[in-house]
């Protein structure tokens, strides 16, 4: 059974910076699409950030993009999130999710088969 573990959340202040991590055990998701997602309180799941699993495609949603970069590191079966110039607005629980198919939409969240329970990150201004 695949299992993904978030780490690396707390609090952060604006303009600052705070990297979260997700660990893979079970199998290893070298081959997974891997994702981050996040739910701030009051407001539905939405996409935040996305990487094939060669690494050669990462994906952004527009409020983060510029701010966040995605890695992972696959011989560790590990994913990264880098928050750089972290914004009150980004506060949410992260989620981190390995997709089996290659062919992954990576924005969508229906794509993904595995779930960590998430980390919550808190930004003050």
């Known amino acids: 059974q695949e299992q993904l573990v978030e780490s690396g959340g707390g609090l952060a202040q604006a303009v600052g910076s705070l990297r979260l991590s997700c660990a893979a055990s079970g199998r290893t998701l070298t081959t997974y699409t891997m994702g981050w997602f996040r739910e701030a309180p009051g407001r539905e799941r939405e996409f935040v950030s996305a990487i094939r699993w060669r690494g050669s495609g990462t994906y952004y949603a527009d409020s983060v993009k510029g701010r966040f970069t995605v890695s992972r590191d696959n011989a560790k079966n590990t994913l990264n999130l880098q928050m750089n110039n972290p914004q009150p607005e980004d506060t949410s629980v992260y989620y981190c999710?390995?997709?089996?198919?290659?062919?992954?939409?990576?924005?969508?969240?229906?794509?993904?088969?595995?779930w960590g329970q998430g980390t919550r990150v808190t930004v003050s201004s």
């Open positions: 999710a390995a997709a089996k198919f290659l062919g992954a939409t990576p924005e969508e969240e229906g794509s993904y088969d595995y």
